[in-house]
């Protein structure tokens, strides 16, 4: 092991992480908050963390925007390290822990591209879409704005799709940047919009079945029905 690994790996024991999550989440645990993908992270990397519930309006007082400025969630705390945004924090673990960057240089930096792409390039047309039926679905102009922004992401769909073809993962083996690409495209499950595109629902899919995410979804789901989740 390098020394900078080294170092890495002793920093990862030093204290173990914690982070913020829905008190009860709008999406009534179906894995939805960006906390699941923070928690996922960290069970592919088998680091240990703690969670500590928020609500509504402890979000918006001085102690919690201490820490996220914008009063959301998730957040991540560990020793004086204090973090928000939730593909920082992915990229904070997957930097600290073997498991979510490859070893190679450019297959990591290849890695760290998709993690980009998945919020600054899948995700905006999806949130504007959900921005469009949830928020502005009582205007009057509603009716022809929503398929617009509809069909903007039908197009990064078919863009990501061609791109992924018959493989597993975007890039060879299972990385950071299909943690970040698969939760941004679970956003869509409920539009039905993901089934138009197979490959891409198989890959959401054969995400979702990996231990790590099992486990992280059954955590989040427990928080949010009170009551354990089976994961087997």
Same mark, same amino acid.
Do not use: C
């Given at each position: 092991?390098?020394?900078?690994?080294?170092?890495?790996?002793?920093?990862?024991?030093?204290?173990?992480?914690?982070?913020?999550?829905?008190?009860?989440?709008?999406?009534?645990?179906?894995?939805?908050?960006?906390?699941?993908?923070?928690?996922?992270?960290?069970?592919?990397?088998?680091?240990?963390?703690?969670?500590?519930?928020?609500?509504?309006?402890?979000?918006?007082?001085?102690?919690?925007? /201490?820490?996220?400025?914008?009063?959301?969630? !998730?957040?991540? @705390?560990?020793?004086?390290?204090? =973090?928000? #945004?939730? *593909?920082? &924090?992915?990229?904070?673990?997957?930097?600290?822990?073997?498991?979510?960057?490859?070893?190679?240089?450019?297959?990591?930096?290849?890695?760290?591209?998709?993690?980009? /792409?998945?919020?600054?390039?899948?995700?905006? !047309?999806?949130? @504007?879409?959900?921005?469009?039926? =949830?928020? #502005?679905? *009582?205007? &009057?102009?509603?009716?022809?704005?929503?398929?617009?922004?509809?069909?903007?992401?039908?197009?990064?769909?078919?863009?990501?799709?061609?791109?992924?073809?018959?493989?597993?993962?975007?890039?060879?083996?299972?990385?950071?940047?299909?943690?970040?690409?698969?939760?941004? =495209?679970?956003?869509?499950?409920?539009?039905?919009?993901?089934?138009?595109?197979?490959?891409?629902?198989?890959?959401?899919?054969?995400?979702?079945?990996?231990?790590?995410?099992?486990?992280?979804?059954?955590?989040?789901?427990?928080?949010?029905?009170?009551?354990?989740?089976?994961?087997?």
């Amino acid at each position: 092991m390098s020394n900078i690994a080294a170092i890495a790996a002793a920093r990862s024991v030093q204290t173990t992480p914690t982070i913020t999550a829905f008190e009860r989440s709008p999406d009534g645990g179906m894995g939805l908050a960006r906390d699941t993908r923070v928690r996922w992270a960290l069970e592919e990397v088998d680091q240990a963390y703690e969670v500590r519930l928020v609500s509504f309006s402890a979000m918006k007082e001085p102690a919690h925007r /201490a820490v996220h400025p914008f009063g959301q969630i !998730p957040t991540y @705390e560990e020793g004086d390290l204090a =973090l928000f #945004e939730s *593909g920082a &924090i992915i990229f904070h673990i997957a930097e600290r822990h073997r498991g979510l960057l490859p070893e190679d240089a450019d297959a990591r930096a290849r890695a760290i591209t998709w993690m980009f /792409a998945a919020v600054s390039t899948v995700e905006p !047309p999806i949130l @504007e879409r959900e921005n469009a039926r =949830l928020l #502005e679905g *009582g205007e &009057i102009w509603s009716a022809e704005r929503l398929p617009l922004v509809t069909e903007r992401v039908r197009k990064r769909l078919r863009e990501l799709s061609d791109r992924l073809g018959d493989a597993d993962w975007l890039d060879g083996t299972f990385s950071a940047g299909d943690l970040m690409m698969v939760s941004v =495209l679970q956003r869509l499950k409920p539009s039905g919009l993901l089934e138009e595109f197979p490959r891409l629902a198989a890959y959401v899919a054969r995400a979702e079945a990996r231990p790590a995410y099992r486990r992280a979804f059954a955590a989040q789901r427990a928080v949010n029905t009170d009551r354990p989740v089976a994961v087997g």
